[in-house]
């Protein structure tokens, strides 16, 4: 169906309301959840995105707005003082630095294989009947999709990290109340999963594994651009390492004639986020959970550790259910945990409260105008112009040529002097317009 098609459809469904005004984080909660089946997700942008499959099929009954995370979670937070207290773990009831036992698992893990020992506890233990993990697609390398595990080799399969866009939207275990579900994903994923078992009554029957996305979520043109850069076509490539080895970790292209492709992590991030988001969606600007904190347990790099250690993870327990699990994992043996304080945590959080402070300011602006709670947005395309898109980002970035990038539409993946020439021209026109309208709508 093509785009026109799209916006031809009743006004009370999630492309018009979510995507239209750019707040969809692509999580693809929406897809599952919609009764009639009309929707399904296609890449745009560089990253995933709903559409109105079927022509008609809509029905307008509104339930994929009222399940979608981009425009309103609020987790019973109603401010950011207690958002504030909340993300810097103050609430916390422990929190540790562990790795895993399991030398092979530590050894194939981003940061001490912590996620992979709780799921494949989990399982063993048969404390959940599956896992939703992501892994990378066999059929294409540069895809990420997230399945429902039902077996520790599976769990194991899915070690490490993807820095790519994944959906929910294939994971129908996801709607059965039944089902004891571990879902282990980036906040934008445990907030929708929580929409959806919520909705279902499922929450008891649920468990919630969050990761540190430190506020950046990289688009599929992340990747190519490391691609572009070695001269790696895509038909060469036969998978991708995001992130092994010793801290900070490297990044590993394997061709399919049996060469590799070494990149540090830190170049990885350095390169892509370092003045140039070109590869952040829109909506991870607004977004001030960076570190899981509607989770019941979440997990990240202990960045405290020296560069060349083996890594391990920080983890946080948000709720007591968290904290019983990872107890009792402990006492297991299957981790090695060293309990810490919450001055740690709040030290360990600090570089992400700088983002969060600013992404802050703009739901703040945007609220106000609104006359909104902090956490909710309504759908309604006038609110978030493109001219507001460039005031807050500037707000972030002192580069022009970063903050133009949001009135682009094909939101491009490098930045070259045709594209800046082009995103200028494009500003330009877009204020004629502007200027425009206004003389004529003067008396």
Known sequence: MSENSDKKMAKNNVYSEVVANNLCIGCGICVLICPEK????????????????????????????????????????????????????DDCHEAWVASAKDRKIRAAASAGGVITAISTFAIDKGIVDGIVLTRMSREDPLRGEMFFARTADECRDSIGSKYCP??????????????????????????????????LGAEKNTLYLGLVCGG??????????????FGIAQDRLGSIIYRTGTLPGTMYFLLRDGSKIALSH???WRHLFRGLFWFSPFRCRLCIDCVSMFADISCGTNWGERLGATGSTLVVARTAKGNNL???????????????????VRESYKPYLRNVMANSKIRGEFARRLGRSFFHWPGDSAIISNL???AFYMQRRRSELVACKWLWPLNPPFLTTKAAITCALRVAGGLLRKLRGLIRARP
């Open 326 to 344: 990872f107890r009792d994992i402990i006492n297991s043996g299957v981790v090695e945990a060293q309990p810490i304080s919450k001055q740690y």
């Open 38 to 89: 009309a929707l399904d997700m296609v890449v745009c942008n560089g990253t995933y995105t709903p559409r109105v499959a079927i022509l008609g099929a809509c029905i307008s009954c509104g339930t994929c707005i009222s399940s979608c995370p981009g425009i309103g979670f609020d987790g019973g937070i109603d401010n950011l003082e207690v958002a504030l207290k909340k993300f810097s773990g």
């Open 266 to 268: 830190l170049a990885f």
């Open 388 to 390: 507001d898109r460039v």
């Open 216 to 229: 950046h979520m990289v688009r599929f043109e992340g990747t190519d651009y490391w691609l572009r850069r």
């Open 166 to 199: 994944v959906s929910l939207a294939a994971v129908e275990e996801l709607l059965d109340p039944e089902l004891r579900v571990l879902v282990v994903g980036l906040p934008c994923h445990i907030q929708a999963a929580r929409f959806v078992r919520g909705r």
